[in-house]
């Protein structure tokens, strides 16, 4: 994302301005900001702290989005999967871009919103080779005037949201030993919170928590490894007896393996300020043969509750124990406050990807409810008493082959970010409806060394349709409606007052429907696939505006952007061989579309 | 036109693949993988590659390009090289060379210790602290067997890919071993081979047995490979490693690559 600063005039007034606005707008959770005002900015990918992805904003309504026109668009002159949520403040978009990371600062006050200056933070270009599903950026967060976001070789910059000067840099680990950045970070009380990637490269994951004036590193907590590398102390309460006990981190693994475990936070962080606790998953462990890490291999596949000053763990809940089929637990948290069986309970929604929707009490971690939203037949449920899914063990991977096991490894659904409205109580859910084959293979090579892998074939689930996107009522546990598509649902969804829900096809089609019934009401070709994530905000014209980055890509699109064999069905991690007519229907290209009614 | 002409003619088209090319052998290689290539030049696949360029009277031009999955594969078809040395024979995608040596995972220890280990099922492995390199997201070949085996608790896991930014990456496992950090290593037989002949301390290589665990083989054909369809170029480099095998066997012992049978 970009960041951009508008009139000179309007500095010294839109820095008091942002402070106000952070606090008040998104400072709140889900219940609470449904009686504010929307201040027509989008501060962040998710919109606020509770991660609803809802606008207020409603001058584009069911009844006249059908008018909706293109109003100005922007390249980026770039080739690989574009995942970034745009950002709006002070009448400038920011655009972040995949690597080389550009951040790009866009004139909302002038016709066809020209540059006012470019930020290239130039990542190390071998980072390239290191990141295991494209060179995606997933986004920016605005704070107190600056623009803060990671780069791919593992930095954390801080831009002046006027200037596009450099205002801070910090190094947070070394793409030499297989670690990438992708995800977007968030600030919570003054602390930039950032993750890294890197699971698939026998990386220890970790979270670190950043002094948001300096950039200078507070504290980090791992993924794996000893209580006191994890940040668990005398506060930490998980609900389940499962995830109780001292050194899981290491108790849980064979050997020295969690050194080399996983357990990234490559994904989505929300924040609950008046708990104090702010929420994020854990990748996969590995290595991905689960017959070499016997145990429960904590903290991989985990959602854990966090103090964002101290990083210090209040809760933990591992959704899937000895991760067998690649289940990261990365997947959004969106904070509401829902009336549950007759009680008002503070909750977080997560829809993971073994294919579970979890309403989890955010403030001691007790699963609520966890119903499936897709296909699921590698697991039989959640316990809601011991927390424990029951894995199917005719499903279970190892040396052998195992064929129809559903979801494949991107699970129901991947980081693809849902929204929540607060007019119809729904969660939009872009997803995927995909099974797997893995089959033991013999002979694989790497630079000189031949090695022993699973080869991995993903398809279409039941039904044919590899994308779904649905709605979802968090209280009665069930769709609501859906919608499917061809290929995986992999952009993000927003939410608006105006009835209106909108998302992105990996065909290149930006679609409206209806937040109700899910009819579409409207729908814009882009010049390629989307995977990135919609938002809305007022312009200085006083319309609204929906924008969107095209630009086909990531783990899905990889066949496209990274120009993989279609013939090989095992390239990026086995997805390929679901994705082999993408090119048919898309071709790469990073551009920004811009709409409004006339 | 003489016949010695006409030899000389089809020579040099073979050789350059393509009428309108350059003699020029184009090989996609890791820029710092000892033993096998690094961008000074210094590794056995470097010399290889002169080799085969000696004797079609071309020159070897490098596309240097760090190691990762399917590096062969996705470098070789996107046309950044023509060929990719050290590829396990019969590799899929690609069309591979007859094989020009085999090679096996081998044990490595520290010859004051006098473990003789030969066996995978050796139950000393059960108790002995056994480093094995972890390939991407995966253990070598090896690592299945003690699995199956119940032993996993033991094994250090040692990255491939390692710190990317030090020299050399994978010779860290056959160091901690020379090291006494690890009792044991089990390890694809040319690092083990030629990072054991600078270790300061002896060290002992011998191949593992069984052959083969549940299908898996622990020994490997290694072969040269070019795209898909290019059984021109494949012809011409089966020609010259045939003929100047006696050479290539000279370069492999000067590296201390263990070969089986």
């Known amino acids: 994302m970009y960041n951009l600063q508008r009139a000179l005039s309007c500095v010294l007034h839109s820095s008091a301005y942002a402070v106000i606005v952070v606090t008040l707008v998104t400072g709140i959770a889900a219940g609470q900001i449904q009686n504010q005002p929307d201040d027509g900015q989008w501060l962040m990918p998710a919109k606020n702290y509770a991660s609803t992805r809802y606008s207020t904003l409603d001058q584009i309504n069911a009844a006249n989005v059908g008018g909706l026109k293109l109003a100005w668009s922007f390249s980026t002159g770039l080739t690989h999967g574009h995942e970034a949520a745009p950002l709006i403040v002070n009448n400038t978009m920011y655009v972040v871009t995949p690597y080389p990371n550009n951040l790009y600062a866009l004139d909302l006050t002038k016709p066809g919103a020209p540059m006012k200056w470019v930020f290239q933070p130039e990542p190390s270009p071998s980072s390239q080779g290191v990141a295991c599903c494209d060179t995606v950026n997933r986004g920016a967060f605005y704070w107190n005037g600056k623009i803060i976001y990671n780069t791919l070789d593992v930095q954390t910059v801080a831009v002046d949201a006027n200037t596009g000067k450099q205002v801070w840099k910090t190094k947070l680990g070394d793409i030499n030993t297989g670690e990438s950045i992708t995800m977007a970070p968030i600030v919570a009380k003054g602390v930039v919170l950032v993750g890294n990637s890197g699971g698939e490269f026998g990386v220890r994951g970790w979270l670190c928590g950043l002094d948001a004036d300096t950039g200078k590193i507070k504290w980090r907590a791992y993924g794996a490894g000893p209580d006191k590398d994890v940040l668990i102390g005398s506060n930490f309460k998980p609900f389940y007896q499962k995830d109780r006990g001292a050194d899981l ?58 103090r964002p000053e101290t990083g210090e763990a209040i809760w933990a809940y591992q959704l899937s124990p000895h991760d067998l089929h690649d289940y990261d637990a990365v997947n959004e948290n969106i904070l509401l406050d829902l009336n549950i069986n007759g009680q008002q309970r503070k909750v977080l929604a997560h829809p993971d990807r073994n294919g579970y929707l979890y309403i989890i009490d955010r403030a001691t971690g007790e699963v609520l409810s966890a119903q499936t939203f897709g296909y699921v037949n590698t697991s039989e449920g959640v316990d809601l008493k011991t927390g424990l899914v029951k894995w199917n063990p005719t499903k279970q991977t190892g040396y052998h082959t195992i064929r129809d096991a559903c979801p494949a ?15 119809t109580g729904l969660i939009y859910i872009p997803h995927n409806n995909l099974c797997y084959e893995s089959q033991a293979t013999q002979a694989n090579y790497i630079e000189g060394t031949p090695y022993v892998g699973m080869t991995v074939r993903m398809y279409p689930g039941p039904g044919g349709n590899r994308g779904v996107f649905s709605a979802w009522d968090p209280v009665q546990a069930k769709t609501v409606w859906s919608v499917n598509e061809m290929f995986p649902v992999w952009s993000g969804a927003l939410a608006t007052a105006g009835d209106v829900v909108f998302y992105g096809t990996m065909d290149g089609w930006f679609k409206a429907v209806d937040d109700r019934s899910g009819k579409e009401l409207w729908r814009f070709k882009t010049g390629s696939g989307i995977i990135g994530q919609p938002v809305t905000y007022r312009g200085p014209d006083g319309k609204q505006y929906v924008a969107i980055l095209s630009g086909v890509g990531g783990w899905a699109g990889g066949i496209v952007s990274g120009g993989l064999n279609a013939a090989d069905g095992t390239g990026a991690l086995g997805f390929s061989n679901a994705m082999a007519d993408l090119g048919k229907y898309t071709t790469k290209g990073g551009m920004l579309y811009v709409f409004s009614l006339p | 036109m003489c016949s010695a002409f006409r030899s000389l003619f089809i020579a040099l088209t073979i050789a350059s693949g393509v009428f309108a090319q350059p003699a ?31 004797n079609m009277n071309a020159k070897v031009e490098y596309t240097w390009w760090s190691q990762h999955k399917n590096f062969g594969k996705q470098s070789l078809n996107v046309g950044a090289c023509d060929v990719v040395l050290g590829v396990t024979a019969g590799m899929q995608d690609v069309l591979t060379t007859t094989p020009y040596y085999r090679s096996t995972y081998v044990f490595v220890s520290r010859q004051d210790r006098g473990l003789q280990i030969k066996s995978l099922l050796d139950p000393q492995l059960a108790t002995l602290r056994i480093g094995m390199h972890i390939v991407g997201d995966d253990f070598a070949p090896p690592a299945i067997a003690l699995a199956r085996q119940g032993i996993t608790k033991n094994i250090v896991g040692f990255s491939l890919f390692g710190d990317y930014g030090e020299v050399n990456p994978p010779r860290k ?18 690092f083990a081979g030629y990072f054991a002949q600078q270790a300061k301390t002896p060290l002992v290589i011998t191949p593992v047995t069984p052959a083969a665990f549940l299908g898996i083989p622990f020994a490997y054909d290694i072969s040269a490979a070019v795209r898909q369809g290019n059984e021109t170029l494949k012809a011409e480099l089966d020609r010259i490693l045939q003929t100047q095998s006696a050479t290539v066997q000279r370069i492999l012992a000067q590296y201390g690559i263990p070969q089986v049978q």
């Open chain 1, 249 to 306: 981190g290491v108790k849980t693994w064979p050997g020295d393996a969690w050194k080399i475990g996983g357990a990234t936070a490559w994904s989505w962080i929300s924040y609950d300020p008046q708990l104090d606790l702010f929420y994020y998953g854990t990748s996969n462990p590995g290595p991905w043969n689960p017959e070499q890490r016997p145990g429960d291999n904590k903290w991989g596949s985990s959602l854990f509750a966090r």
């Open chain 1, 409 to 423: 490894p991107p699970g129901v659904k991947d980081w693809t970010p849902s929204a929540y409205s607060l007019k």
């Open chain 2, 24 to 54: 020029v052998l184009k090989v996609c290689a890791d820029p710092n993988n000892l033993p096998f290539s690094n961008q000074q030049q210094q590794g056995f696949e470097n010399k290889l590659a002169d080799l085969i360029a000696t």
């Open chain 2, 173 to 190: 496992l056959i160091d901690a071993v020379a090291s006494g950090d690890i009792d044991v290593a089990i390890s694809w037989g040319p």
